[in-house]
């Protein structure tokens, strides 16, 4: 017999450090009274991450919004960018805050990840750069991207808000195309309460970058452009750097949840898992993405949505709806039809994924939703066990 559970399971639960050691790093705050502007905790957390990444062009930032915002203009895009609809909203506002006109293209079935083939046929005259989006943590087509980008004369640049610690080949994810960005918003699987990061191939747009952040100041009296306020506190920096420490922890335990689900879930008619990622990523398991498939499994996403909060499960429609069915952008052009991209937002859910939620509750979740399945079928859900004393008895 399945039980709710007693307490909510969200999608995700921030991590946290070990309490005492934040505290003991507010001590080194609370004696400098240095709380912002490019503090000695934020510059030791920048060489954390340059160190980690391998590149000295890097720059952090209060959040991933503003760091995207702030590429775009610091690399001079304009025009039309090719993007995807599939995607967390700040994505397309980064581009509406530049004045660049977006334009959606079509995802691929497997990863979700902008499609190749789609991007190359949306290419006019006036586009001047890809954003692409490692949704989920999944690598882009890098590859195809990179080629298209090249023959093309377009900038490559990815939202890696979802892919700290996504590897290819050995190489941090911040290795590909011109720039990337990332989020560590707290629910992200690494985090300083909110923050971003943008990693470039081109060393002189780092000072461009530092420049935009600080409202433009060069030095006390010289304010070189009009840059407007996006700098990382101490704060922010401190819980960065005590949880960088614990990245692998992180994702190892992320790993393990991942097994279970994909164990327990495979066999569920209509659930749709994503394929295995070829052996040479190593996945930073940021989400636990699911497809619905209503037929098969005997109801929609969106009433097993619904269904699972019963059960105290609270899991999301990452990323439904669209952007481009946002009023705010029904106006833009698409280009084609999207038929992937509606398919997968229309059967999307992401499931709870965090470090500290224990396996045994990932099986519970399993259990419930094959539940779920068995029930609309109208199959029985009873506890054969139960009859064990009368085996060999007709049942
Ligand atoms: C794909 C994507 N892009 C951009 C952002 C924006 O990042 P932030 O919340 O740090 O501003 C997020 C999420 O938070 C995201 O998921």
Not at 142 to 159: K, W
Not at 281 to 287: F, L, W
């Amino acid at each position: 017999m399945i039980k709710p559970f007693e307490k909510p399971i969200y999608v995700t639960r921030p991590y946290l450090p070990p309490l005492e050691e934040f505290c003991h790093g507010l001590q080194e705050i609370w004696e400098n009274r240095w709380l912002t502007n490019n503090g000695p905790i934020l510059q030791r957390f920048t060489q954390k991450l340059s160190n980690f990444f391998e590149t000295d062009n890097i720059s952090l930032f209060n959040n991933g919004t503003l760091a995207l915002q702030i590429a775009l203009q610091g690399m001079g895009i304009s025009g039309e960018v090719i993007t995807t609809p599939f995607t967390f909203v700040a994505t397309t506002h980064a581009l509406f805050w530049n004045k660049i006109r977006p334009v959606f293209v079509d995802i691929e079935p497997e990863y979700y990840t902008l499609d190749p083939e789609k991007v190359e046929a949306a290419i006019t005259p006036w586009t001047t750069a890809i954003l692409a989006v490692h949704v989920y943590g999944h690598p882009c087509k890098l590859n195809q991207l990179a080629d298209i980008a090249r023959r093309h004369n377009l900038r490559l640049i990815y939202d890696a808000a979802h892919a700290f610690g996504t590897e290819v080949g050995n190489k941090p994810i911040a290795h590909f195309g011109d720039l990337s960005m990332f989020s560590f918003h707290s629910t992200k699987l690494f985090h300083s309460i909110e923050g971003g990061m943008l990693i470039f191939r081109e060393a002189g747009l780092k000072v461009m970058f530092d420049y935009l952040k600080n409202f433009g100041f060069k030095n006390e009296v010289e304010v070189v452009m009009p840059g407007t306020n996006a700098k990382m506190n101490e704060m922010q920096a401190l819980m960065g750097i005590q949880i960088l420490r614990y990245l692998e922890e992180i994702i190892q335990k992320r790993a393990s949840i991942t097994d279970v689900y994909r164990d327990r879930l495979r066999e569920i008619p209509g659930i749709r898992l994503v394929p295995a990622l070829p052996s040479e990523i190593k996945y930073n398991h940021a989400y636990m993405p699911i497809e619905v498939d209503e037929q098969e499994f005997g109801m929609s996403r969106d009433v097993l949505y619904e269904k699972l909060k019963e059960w105290n499960v609270f899991a999301r429609r990452y990323f439904y709806p669209l952007i481009c069915d946002f009023p705010c952008y029904r106006g833009i052009s698409v280009n084609g039809n999207l038929t992937v991209a509606r398919r997968v937002a229309d059967r999307i859910l992401t499931l709870p994924i965090y470090d500290s939620l224990e396996l045994s509750y990932v099986e519970t979740i399993c259990e419930i939703i094959r539940h779920l399945h068995r029930k609309t079928l109208g199959e029985p859900t009873v506890n054969f066990a139960a009859f064990a004393d009368y085996a060999g008895a007709p049942i």
